[in-house]
Each structure stands twice: as C-alpha cells, then as structure tokens.
C-alpha cells in the first residue's frame, strides 16, 4: 500500500492506524519527484555518503521526512534503503500512543553494541566522525568489542553485515522531543536527537556530527518558526504534502502532540502559495494541506487569509486538480470552509472531523471544547453541501471514566453520522498528559471488547455505503499498476481506494473515468469508462 489515507481493516482494528503504519521506505511505491541528487555547490559533500531513514506515525511525519532527506540530499548524502547499507540511520518517530512509541526502542534494540557501554563510548570518543557504532554483525557471529545488527522481524529483513565501519544512528520527532537526552542513556550508541519543532537546525546539527561532535540535540520548542526547506525529497510524484501548520494549542487531556510538536505556528500564505506554484509547475496535481489542526490556521503575513481563503487560492493555481486538508479540528470548522468546498470542485469531497467520542460527558474530561451536539452541526453542514462530501473520524475507546452508557452514545453517533471511514483506538495512557491522573481506568480487555464492538459496527456502515456506489462513475488519479495485467488502482475525490480494469498501457498519474461494478468495506472495484 502507498502512503494513501485509506483505512483498511487492520487500522479499524487500531494496528495499522495512521500513526502506526508500515515504514515509509517500505509503503513508498515512488521514488521520484523534486529529487536532487549529489549535492549544492558551495556546500561540505561527505563522498560516498549514505541514510537510511525510516518513518512512523503520520503524515506529518511522513512529510517532516521528505524534508530532512532533503537536507541530507542537498549536503551530498545517497538514501538507501536497508540499514545495513547506511552511515547514518534516522527514525522519525511517533508517541502518541505507547505502542507507537515502543517501537523505536526495539528498533535501536536491533542495533545495540555487544561490547559495554564504556568500551563503545571509548571508541565513539575517539572516533573522528562522532558517534560510531562501530561494525554491525549478526548477533549470532558478534564478537566482542563489535556493535551488533540484530536478527529483526522487519519486513527489510535485517541481517546483513556492514563490515565496512561505524554509523551514525539519529532519533528524531515525537520520541525525540519526549524523552530528550534520556535516549542516549537508553541508547548510548545514538548520537542525533531532534524533535519537530527543532528541524530548521538539522542541517547544522548533521554539519556538527561530520565535525565529529559526539552527541548533538534539538529539543527547544520555543521556536516560532516553521520547517522550511530549499528541497524536499518528495516520494509520490503526483500527490505533494505541504504542512501549513506546525504543533498544537489545544491540550487535549489525553494527547502528547501540544509537548511534542510544541505550539502552533502557521506559515506564511505568501510562501505556501509560491511552493504550490512551483509544485504545480514541476508536475504535481493534488496538494494536501497538512497541520495537526489544519483550519486553525493563522496567516502570519500581512495578508492575514483565512483557511478557507487558503484553500481557494491553493484550488485555483493552475495545473491543480485536487486538494486536500488534514486534520481539522472541529471547534474550528466553519460553513466559510463547507462554502469553499461548494465554489471550488478542485477541493475534494472529503474532510477528516475527528470526534474522539458521543458522549459529551467524555468530550468535557477529554478537553475537546465542544459537545455532541456542536460536532453534530458540524456535521450538519458538511451534509448540506452541493456535492456529497466523505466524512471520517478518529475515536479513542475507552477513555479513564468512560461508561457503558458513554461508550453507547459512541456507537449511535456513528449509526447517526454514517461515516465512510473510522480510526478507532484504545485509550493509551501517555507520559504528561492530564488524563494520565484521572480516576477510573477502563481495563484492556475491556478497551477490546468495545473496540471490537466498534469496529463491527462501523465495518457494516461500510459496506452498506459502499454497495450504494455500485453503478456510479468517479474520477480517479491512477497512482498505482498491479502486476496482473490490466489491473490498476487510484484514489477518488472522496479518498476511496478503487482498483479497476484498463487495457491502456499507460495510466500512472493520469485522471480518469471509473465506473463502479463491485464494493468492498474498503475499496471499490470498477472498469476504465473514459479519460478526464
Ligand atoms: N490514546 C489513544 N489514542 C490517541 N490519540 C491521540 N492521543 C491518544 C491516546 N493517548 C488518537 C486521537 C487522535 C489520533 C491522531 O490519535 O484519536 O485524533
Ligand atoms: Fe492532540 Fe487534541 Fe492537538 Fe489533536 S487537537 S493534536 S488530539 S491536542
């Protein structure tokens, strides 16, 4: 699977959520786009340089990594993809949920020396370009005094000896904003820790490392400045991401993002629009708009546009076809952004309006700022739009304090919203967070059980609504081809993943006509009626 928005089975079940997805060098089916190989003029090239960078959580993060490959592409680094084949290796990582956060823990596991603690820093001490772990091998053949590459269960199947010297290994995002140093105490053979908010100083913090400084961070989150880079190393050639807004202020009770991404700041329309331009130039169609509160957007500029003035102008830049936003929060959803959907076809019938829970009572210990019934008018005027529009939600089951009867009004909102996609998780109890003191803990096994309950629920409002696209025709941006013949797959306006029959050569990144014969809860299925 590409790096879409659909939702699959697995992530209704809360294990291949967003955040939780499959590494983006394995889920990236592209390598092209605004590539820059080999590096600027004027700038320190290390010869021969290589990264490995792997992702998690969401597409915030996904995005933060087009940009920091960027900035190693643009310094005369090659990225790879397996790390055994790299000098330096980077995760960007997630904690909003535990889970999420434990995995780059067995990641750095898997690189852990064998020999001790002192005798690796001794040797990273004095080694001339920082921090190296020195040679990787098979635990199994490891040798004292060598830094191991453990045997992994990961999909790259890790095994492979880099016989050829030492490594620089980085934490960067939310893990690395939340544990700070304490990572290296966790990790010793981790030299680079940066959080989000910090990226406008990695180019300087890499240049330190190949300085041969041994342990480099960036941690601040005072900053009111926003990650801009000269090039992103974008990895779909038709779908471009822009984040339009970092960090967070709305301190959600159970939410580590506002500590982690730090406070919002919004670029500037002025420099948004020129990148789109460029975006445009250079090929790509569809632009997603991303922010962890998208339209709460605040022009910084003298200008001072609106979201949905943001949106108009992004839609009317010649050569885009489709754009998109995520996520929106719904405090700060208006009818202006439901008007700019109805005046611009470009905008895509589609908004993602997480509501976490039905029941007020849970949204008021939840900090959400607003009520059932708020949420519901929301929803109110995304359905009295002209065209329909595809609506999706987050929902965290089992909150501290939640009830049966809580959990129920959940169930009926879903029955009263119907929506076509559903991101379910079970509450995660997270480092910081108000909620972590809250009384009433609901049991896992419980967490389960109403998810589960949840999931059944929501799989047959899928399928109910997807049969009744049956007959109908969509515009779809091909984006993907099947090994079997004439079988290819793309996304429509509303985000639904249609895979379709065409005797055409050749499709990739093109728009065209699909007409429905069969659904699935997740997908569709049609044949090529025509071009666009
Ligand atoms: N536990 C479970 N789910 C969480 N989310 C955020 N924080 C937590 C947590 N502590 C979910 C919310 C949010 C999505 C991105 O992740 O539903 O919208
Ligand atoms: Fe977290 Fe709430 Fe901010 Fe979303 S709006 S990132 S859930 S604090």
Known sequence: MGKSFDIGLEQLAGTGVPEEKAPASESGRYNVGLSVEGAQPGMAVPQGQT???????????????EKVAGVLVARGYRQVERPEAAK??????CSIREKAAQKVFSRLGE????????????????????????????QKSAQPGMAVLHEANHPSQRK???????????????????????????????????GSASYRKLP??????????????????????????EITRRDNPWRAYLTIIEGCDKACSYCVVPFTRGPERSRASVSILEEVRQ??????SEMQLLGQTVNSYADPSARKMRFSELLTAVAEVRGIRRVRFTTSHPRDFGKDIVEAIDAHPTICDQVHLPVQSGSTAVLRAMARTYTREEYLEKIALLKGARRPISISTDVIVGFPGETEKDFEETLSLLDEVQYDNVFAFKYSPRPNTPSLKMADAIPEEEKGRRLAILMDRQREIQRVRNEKLVGETFEVLVDGKSRREN???????????????????????????????????????????GRT
């Open 88 to 93: 330096v290796i980077l995760y960007n990582t």
């Open 279 to 284: 975006l445009a130039e250079a090929g790509y």
């Open 160 to 194: 492979i000896v880099n016989a050829g010297g030492g490594k620089i290994i980085g934490v960067l995002g939310c893990v690395a904003q939340q544990e700070g140093e304490g990572i290296f105490e966790r990790a010793p053979w981790v030299s680079l820790v940066c």
């Open 51 to 65: 990264f490995y960078l792997e992702t998690f959580g969401c597409q915030m993060n996904d995005h933060d990594s």
């Open 204 to 229: 300087q913090l890499i240049a330190e490392l190949e300085a041969g400084n041994r342990r480099v961070t960036g941690l601040d989150t005072d900053t009111d400045e926003t990650f801009e880079t």
């Open 487 to 529: 079988q290819w797959s793309g996304h429509t306006s509303s985000n639904r993943v249609m895979n379709f029959t065409s005797p055409e050569q050749e499709l990739l990144g093109d728009y065209v006509q699909v007409k429905v014969v069969s659904a699935m809860q997740n997908s569709l299925m049609g044949e090529m009626v």
């Open 111 to 138: 690189l852990r020396p064998v020999a001790s603690e002192e005798e690796i820093s001794g040797k990273l001490g004095a080694a001339s370009t920082g921090a190296q772990a020195g040679v990787f091998l098979p």
